[in-house]
């Protein structure tokens, strides 16, 4: 297939699956703010998620506080910024409208009326707008794009890249909620040490990890589990493993002559994550290995780019 | 309560529309308030249609355009902003023995214009004949020189023809324009016809419609069949300016009903006189381009150097005969307004017959006598620019101000080779919803002719209608619409 055209289905479904990751981002934190707690913490836990997802300063050139409010609005509904949930609708469909006719009518046109939609509801006054819901509405919409891409698209190299572009970008959103929550995830935590229920709420319902804490560990919660499940745990389909697995799987499947060092790397992060043990990776330091990961993250998505989708000018 | 009240009003029918000059021709009733025969069954339907029914069938239209994406882009306002083309739930009717003249008509005319066309850039013997002036092909901006002498496979060049076809007072056909460069529109040839199926699958059960759906498989047989020699198994390909492009939609469209690769000029690259395409499993060799840009965007290197949309080296390959470009370069030679008055003469100059379809009386303003009678007359007729189109450059007489005729006539005094003029024609017209319901409206039809090895063409073609109500502009640019265009088997 097109280079180019590879290249707008992987954007189109790292787009979607950003909207995903930030939904569920504003999501957690949205029902955290509706319990009783402390402001502080909740600007807190906001404060080093817009930090872990390099959106604080954008943030601060709109805003002179850490309102719930003006972040929820800023992160979901912000037209002027390119990272907002909007912008990753908008550009995931701008994606799928220059590829249209590689794409199943269906999921054109389930994009195509999510982009519709998102215009019609964020064209209301922001304040109008029930947060809450908009989320709500956009981790639906990105259930059932990933649904009808699984259920109407050929297993062909368009499928593959589509998948290699959600499982990146799967992989780089759960590293960066897990960097924002580190201070939480120290080894010491675990003995005695009551852990912040608000933080782990909001880490583990953001990864949709809460009741599958829960039905795995049949127990507290503590830090080193939660490392554990969404690090190492292959069952967990947003833990960095599984993400690494379905990265490498579809990589081999559309393998060319010059990609067999992008292929080894990304078989390298798998087998490092297969064979880990969690006491290896806490001795090392957890910030450090989340920090190694997104760089070799990082690397993997410019080997891709370079090997498939954007080939140097002249082959 | 259910609103009981007819989608026709009376005032439609009996026919009672008194516009501009001559009373047009309505495609639908006879003057005297009958149905044509032809559209009695559908006439009958369309009165006993409650008009609450028609009202949500077509927002049902509306929404459903909007959902699959079809729509064109417009230029210059806020990103990702597209309009709908207004599409009419009432089809444009036409009956059988209509269709086979037409037909017949389009297809002698097509291979006309290709025989011209290869004429004009091989021996020139229609100019050797002194059947058109010579200066008026060569000095064309159109006439590519650096066409001459080239073969291309089959001799073919224009290999999609959109022929805009009127239908006078007198109830005739002619021929309006010859679009020969990249003519759009098929695509909502198509998606009309799967719209009305979607939202009256009634009417097609109580009528014979001859299917359009199969004009995707053609065109690809056509472009296979004009390969180079040689090639047993030719990749063809779609080249389009982008998604920003208005016709972006019939790009995509086209290229996924034909199961082809819809490239870009970065997609492709020109080497040893070959072209190829970049894919993720490296370059892929390409045989034919159905080209959707202007020759004047297709080869830096050759035409505007400022072209992003081309192939650098692609006139190379070209020439070498290891491409083939559908349309070729430079068929705007023989659909340029100064040629078509020549068209008539083209037919009997090549095909030793006469011209099934007429074209509309035309007046080349570069000729002293006719510039003579033109300035006499002006406020009843039509100007137009020789190059413009989509409907711009152009004087409707009785619709425009005295200044506006004034300023043309010092254009035409200034530069009269520019322009030529037609009498203003009264336009068929057929029932069409307005805002104040269903009221008569001019429509034109645009049939897609295709050649490659055999000249084909799939029945019916785009109906285009021009919405305001009075107006003859048909094009989507300036309030025009299009419908359903049917072609009866019985």
């Given at each position: 297939?097109?280079?180019?055209?590879?290249?707008?289905?992987?954007?189109?479904?790292?787009?979607?699956?950003?909207?995903?990751?930030?939904?569920?981002?504003?999501?957690?934190?949205?029902?955290?703010?509706?319990?009783?707690?402390?402001?502080?913490?909740?600007?807190?836990?906001?404060?080093?998620?817009?930090?872990?997802?390099?959106?604080?300063?954008?943030?601060?050139?709109?805003?002179?506080?850490?309102?719930?409010?003006?972040?929820?609005?800023?992160?979901?509904?912000?037209?002027?910024?390119?990272g907002?949930?909007?912008?990753?609708?908008?550009?995931?469909?701008?994606?799928a409208?220059?590829?249209?006719?590689?794409?199943?009518?269906?999921?054109?046109?389930?994009?195509?009326?999510?982009?519709?939609?998102?215009?019609?509801?964020?064209?209301?006054?922001?304040s109008?707008?029930?947060?809450?819901?908009?989320?709500?509405?956009?981790?639906?919409?990105?259930?059932?794009?990933?649904?009808?891409?699984?259920?109407?698209?050929?297993?062909d190299?368009?499928?593959?890249f589509?998948?290699?572009?959600?499982?990146?970008?799967?992989?780089?959103?759960?590293?960066?909620?897990?960097?924002?929550?580190?201070?939480?995830?120290?080894?010491g935590?675990?003995?005695?040490?009551?852990?912040?229920p608000?933080?782990?709420?909001?880490?583990?319902?953001?990864?949709?990890?809460?009741?599958?804490?829960?039905?795995?560990?049949?127990?507290?919660?503590?830090?080193?589990?939660?490392?554990?499940?969404?690090?190492?745990?292959d069952?967990?389909?947003?833990?960095?493993?599984?993400?690494?697995?379905?990265?490498y799987?579809?990589?081999?499947?559309?393998?060319?002559?010059?990609?067999?060092?992008?292929?080894?790397?990304?078989?390298?992060?798998?087998a490092?994550?297969?064979?880990?043990?969690?006491?290896?990776?806490?001795?090392?330091?957890?910030?450090?290995?989340?920090?190694?990961?997104?760089?070799?993250?990082?690397?993997?998505?410019?080997?891709?780019?370079?090997?498939?989708?954007?080939?140097?000018?002249?082959? | 309560?259910?609103?009981?009240?007819?989608?026709?009003?009376?005032?439609?029918?009996?026919?009672?529309?008194?516009?501009?000059?001559?009373?047009?021709?309505?495609?639908?009733?006879?003057?005297?308030?009958?149905?044509?025969?032809?559209?009695?069954?559908?006439?009958?339907?369309?009165?006993?249609?409650?008009?609450?029914?028609?009202?949500?069938k077509?927002?049902?239209?509306?929404?459903?355009?909007?959902?699959?994406?079809?729509?064109?882009?417009?230029?210059?306002?806020?990103?990702?902003?597209?309009?709908?083309?207004?599409?009419?739930?009432?089809?444009?009717?036409?009956?059988?023995e209509?269709?086979?003249?037409?037909?017949t008509?389009?297809?002698?005319?097509?291979?006309?214009?290709?025989?011209?066309?290869?004429?004009?850039?091989?021996?020139?013997?229609?100019?050797?004949?002194?059947?058109?002036p010579?200066?008026?092909?060569?000095?064309?901006?159109?006439?590519?020189?650096?066409?001459?002498?080239?073969?291309?496979?089959?001799?073919?060049?224009?290999?999609?023809?959109?022929?805009?076809?009127?239908?006078?007072?007198?109830?005739?056909?002619?021929?309006?324009?010859?679009?020969?460069?990249?003519?759009?529109?098929?695509?909502?040839?198509?998606?009309?016809?799967?719209?009305?199926?979607?939202?009256?699958?009634?009417?097609f059960?109580?009528?014979?419609?001859?299917?359009?759906?199969?004009?995707?498989?053609?065109?690809?047989?056509?472009?296979r069949?004009?390969a180079?020699?040689?090639?047993?198994?030719?990749?063809?390909?779609?080249?389009?300016?982008?998604?920003?492009?208005?016709?972006?939609?019939?790009?995509?469209?086209l290229?996924?009903q034909?199961?082809?690769?819809?490239?870009?000029?970065?997609?492709?690259?020109?080497?040893?006189?070959?072209?190829?395409?970049r894919?993720?499993q490296?370059?892929?060799r390409?045989?034919?381009?159905?080209?959707?840009?202007?020759?004047?965007?297709?080869?830096?290197?050759?035409?505007?150097?400022?072209?992003?949309?081309?192939?650098?080296?692609?006139?190379?390959?070209?020439?070498?005969?290891?491409?083939?470009?559908?349309?070729?370069?430079?068929?705007?030679?023989?659909?340029?307004?100064?040629?078509?008055?020549?068209?008539?003469?083209?037919?009997?100059?090549?095909?030793?017959?006469?011209?099934?379809?007429?074209?509309?009386?035309?007046?080349?303003?570069?000729?002293?006598?006719?510039?003579?009678?033109v300035?006499?007359?002006?406020?009843?007729?039509?100007?137009?620019?020789?190059?413009?189109?989509?409907?711009?450059?152009?004087?409707?007489?009785?619709?425009?101000?005295?200044?506006?005729?004034?300023?043309?006539?010092?254009?035409?005094?200034?530069?009269?080779?520019r322009?030529?003029?037609?009498?203003?024609?009264?336009?068929?017209?057929?029932?069409?919803?307005a805002?104040?319901?269903?009221?008569?409206?001019h429509?034109?039809?645009r049939?897609?002719?295709?050649?490659?090895?055999?000249?084909?063409?799939?029945?019916?073609?785009?109906?285009?209608?021009?919405?305001?109500?009075?107006s003859?502009?048909?094009?989507?640019?300036?309030?025009?619409?299009?419908?359903?265009?049917?072609?009866?088997?019985t």
């Amino acid at each position: 297939m097109l280079s180019r055209t590879a290249d707008h289905l992987y954007w189109m479904s790292r787009y979607i699956e950003r909207a995903e990751s930030l939904a569920r981002l504003v999501d957690a934190h949205y029902k955290m703010s509706l319990l009783p707690h402390s402001p502080e913490d909740l600007a807190q836990s906001l404060l080093s998620t817009m930090k872990a997802l390099h959106m604080e300063q954008a943030y601060k050139d709109r805003h002179e506080s850490i309102e719930p409010r003006a972040v929820f609005e800023f992160v979901s509904l912000d037209r002027d910024y390119s990272g907002s949930i909007y912008s990753c609708l908008r550009r995931a469909r701008e994606n799928a409208r220059a590829v249209r006719g590689s794409l199943t009518s269906e999921l054109w046109e389930t994009l195509n009326s999510t982009w519709l939609d998102a215009r019609a509801q964020v064209a209301r006054r922001a304040s109008q707008i029930d947060i809450g819901q908009f989320v709500e509405w956009v981790k639906e919409r990105s259930h059932l794009t990933r649904g009808v891409t699984i259920g109407t698209m050929m297993r062909d190299e368009a499928f593959h890249f589509t998948r290699i572009g959600t499982f990146l970008e799967r992989a780089d959103s759960t590293a960066r909620i897990l960097t924002a929550h580190q201070g939480d995830l120290v080894p010491g935590a675990d003995a005695g040490v009551v852990p912040d229920p608000y933080q782990w709420s909001v880490l583990l319902r953001a990864l949709s990890a809460f009741e599958v804490y829960r039905r795995v560990y049949r127990d507290v919660i503590t830090p080193s589990r939660v490392a554990q499940l969404l690090i190492l745990r292959d069952d967990m389909p947003r833990s960095l493993l599984r993400c690494c697995k379905e990265v490498y799987g579809n990589l081999k499947s559309v393998a060319n002559e010059q990609s067999a060092e992008t292929e080894r790397r990304a078989g390298e992060m798998h087998a490092m994550l297969h064979f880990a043990r969690m006491e290896e990776i806490t001795a090392g330091g957890l910030p450090q290995f989340l920090q190694q990961f997104l760089a070799k993250l990082q690397d993997l998505g410019s080997r891709i780019a370079s090997d498939f989708l954007v080939p140097p000018a002249e082959a | 309560m259910m609103d009981r009240s007819r989608a026709v009003p009376a005032q439609l029918n009996p026919y009672k529309e008194e516009p501009v000059g001559t009373t047009p021709y309505n495609e639908m009733y006879f003057k005297e308030g009958a149905g044509r025969t032809h559209y009695q069954r559908y006439a009958q339907w369309l009165e006993d249609q409650p008009a609450e029914r028609l009202t949500q069938k077509r927002a049902e239209a509306d929404a459903l355009f909007h959902r699959v994406g079809i729509t064109f882009a417009v230029y210059g306002q806020e990103e990702g902003s597209e309009r709908l083309i207004p599409f009419d739930i009432v089809p444009r009717v036409l009956p059988r023995e209509e269709w086979i003249r037409l037909e017949t008509g389009l297809k002698q005319r097509v291979r006309a214009l290709n025989a011209f066309i290869h004429d004009i850039y091989h021996d020139q013997q229609i100019l050797k004949a002194g059947v058109i002036p010579a200066e008026q092909v060569l000095c064309n901006s159109q006439y590519r020189p650096e066409m001459q002498g080239v073969d291309v496979p089959g001799g073919i060049y224009a290999h999609i023809a959109g022929i805009d076809i009127v239908r006078d007072d007198s109830g005739e056909f002619k021929v309006l324009e010859d679009n020969l460069r990249v003519p759009s529109g098929v695509s909502y040839m198509l998606e009309n016809r799967k719209m009305m199926m979607r939202l009256f699958p009634e009417l097609f059960s109580a009528h014979r419609v001859a299917p359009v759906d199969h004009y995707p498989d053609v065109l690809l047989d056509n472009l296979r069949s004009v390969a180079p020699t040689g090639v047993a198994d030719p990749t063809v390909v779609l080249l389009t300016a982008g998604a920003h492009n208005s016709a972006y939609f019939e790009h995509a469209f086209l290229a996924q009903q034909m199961g082809i690769e819809l490239v870009e000029g970065q997609d492709l690259f020109a080497r040893d006189e070959a072209v190829f395409m970049r894919t993720t499993q490296g370059p892929q060799r390409v045989d034919v381009i159905y080209r959707r840009i202007d020759d004047d965007f297709m080869d830096p290197l050759v035409f505007r150097p400022d072209s992003m949309l081309g192939v650098p080296g692609l006139l190379t390959a070209y020439r070498a005969g290891h491409i083939t470009i559908a349309n070729a370069i430079g068929t705007g030679v023989a659909d340029d307004k100064s040629i078509y008055p020549y068209v008539p003469e083209m037919i009997r100059f090549y095909l030793g017959q006469s011209p099934i379809i007429g074209n509309v009386h035309t007046w080349m303003l570069r000729k002293p006598e006719d510039r003579d009678y033109v300035l006499a007359h002006l406020p009843e007729l039509v100007v137009k620019e020789v190059h413009g189109a989509g409907g711009y450059g152009m004087l409707i007489g009785p619709a425009a101000s005295a200044s506006e005729i004034e300023n043309f006539r010092r254009q035409i005094i200034a530069t009269p080779e520019r322009y030529i003029a037609q009498p203003t024609l009264a336009l068929s017209t057929c029932p069409t919803f307005a805002d104040s319901g269903l009221a008569p409206r001019h429509i034109d039809l645009r049939p897609f002719v295709l050649s490659g090895s055999e000249v084909s063409i799939v029945p019916g073609g785009l109906t285009r209608v021009a919405l305001r109500e009075g107006s003859l502009v048909v094009n989507s640019s300036q309030g025009g619409g299009t419908k359903d265009t049917w072609v009866l088997e019985t």
